[in-house]
C-alpha cells in the first residue's frame, strides 16, 4: 500500500475508534449520573491534574483533542504493525 493510504487508513481508524470509544463512555459513565463533560474533562486531568475539572469548556475541549489523539495513535501502532506482521491485517 502507499504512504497515503497509510495515513488515510490511520486517520479513519482514529476517528472511528474515538467516536464509538467516546460515544461507549458517555454511555456508560452517564448511565452511572455522570455528565459527558466531566468524562472530557477525566481525561484532559491527566495531563493537568484537578485543576482540569475547574477550566470548563477548554479542558472539556482538552480532553476531546487527547481522547481523539490517544485513538488515533492507537490505531497507527495496529495499522503499521499490522504491515509487519500479516496475522494482523
Known amino acids: 500500500m502507499s504512504r497515503f ?4 487508513a490511520i486517520l479513519l481508524a482514529g476517528l472511528t475508534v474515538g467516536i464509538l ?4 463512555a458517555v454511555v456508560f459513565f452517564g ?3 455522570v455528565p459527558p463533560h466531566r468524562i472530557f474533562q477525566a481525561i484532559a486531568a491527566g495531563f493537568l491534574g484537578k485543576d ?3 477550566g ?7 480532553g476531546v483533542l487527547l481522547h481523539f489523539l490517544i485513538a488515533t495513535s492507537i490505531a497507527a501502532v495496529y495499522i503499521l504493525a499490522s ?5 494482523l491485517a
Not at 470548563?56 to 482538552?62: E, R, Y
Not at 504491515?83 to 496475522?87: G, L, S
Open 5 to 8: 493510504s497509510s495515513r488515510r
Open 21 to 24: 470509544d467516546g460515544l461507549d
Open 31 to 33: 448511565l452511572r449520573g
Open 52 to 54: 482540569s475539572f475547574q
Open 56 to 62: 470548563g469548556l477548554t479542558t472539556v475541549a482538552l
Open 83 to 87: 504491515r509487519r506482521w500479516t496475522a
